[in-house]
Structure formats: structure tokens, C-alpha cells
């Protein structure tokens, strides 16, 4: 059976409207019958929905997004800072003129800076590069 996704706005009302009849003497079960929704489903609404109004859960989803779309980009200006950390700290010198692929090639140039630039390519791209994995160890 599918799921069913009710906006907030529509969990406020029906949760208005089982406060009615729950005060007019009906029960949980032949309330939760009444909206077409589980019993678990109501304790839950009534849980994280039953103090604010229409406006505020709204505005409550809009900061949860928001807060992480911002989360991501703070480790995201982490990681960038770290790398830049860790290009500057060590010695750093440009890659001969053939390119990257020599590089890895050469199992003893391999310089800590570029391991950490290549492992974290590989974490974005977890299943890409695997076979370059085993040149990128020392001899």
C-alpha cells in the first residue's frame, strides 16, 4: 500500500479536528478511523505538531532545511581548508610536464599532498579510479 504525505497544514487541521471529537467523547481508535490514519501516525503528529500553529511548522521545516544546506557547506569550506592546509605545510612541487597519469606511475615521487588530493577525488567518486589504487602505494 502506498504512504500517504500530508503537508503540515494538513496535519494541523486534522489534528483540530480530533480534539473535537476526542472532547465529544470518542475514542483514540474511532478518531484515528475517522481521519484515515494509524494510530502511531496520530501520536506522532500530535507529538511534533500539537503546540505550534499552521505558520510556525511551516516555518519550522523551511530552518530544518535550512540548517542543513548550511551544515553541508561549513564541512564542505572544511575540507577545502584542510587540503589548503595540507598543500602549504608540505613540499609541494608541480608535476612534471607528461601529467598526472606519470605521476601515479612513479611509485616513490608520490608525495603525501597528492595522495590527500587523490584519495578525496575517490571519496566523491567512490567507484572510480580503483584500479589506480594499487600504483598509488610505495614500493
Known sequence: MSRKRHTPEQIIRMLREAEVALS???????VCRMLGVSEQSYCRWRKEYGGPRTDQAKRLKELEKE???LRKAVSDLTLDKL???EVLEGNY??????????????PGWVSRNER???SLAN??????????AGMMKRH
Not at 465529544?24 to 474511532?30: A, I, K, N, P, R
Not at 612541487?93 to 612513479?106: E, F, L, N, T, V
Open 67 to 69: 540548517n542543513a544546506r
Open 24 to 30: 465529544q467523547g470518542q475514542s483514540v481508535g474511532q
Open 83 to 85: 587540503i589548503l592546509k
Open 116 to 118: 590527500l588530493v587523490w
Open 93 to 106: 612541487s608541480a608535476p612534471p610536464a607528461a601529467g598526472r597519469a606519470s605521476i601515479i606511475s612513479k
Open 123 to 132: 571519496i566523491a567518486r567512490p567507484n572510480a579510479g580503483h584500479r589506480e
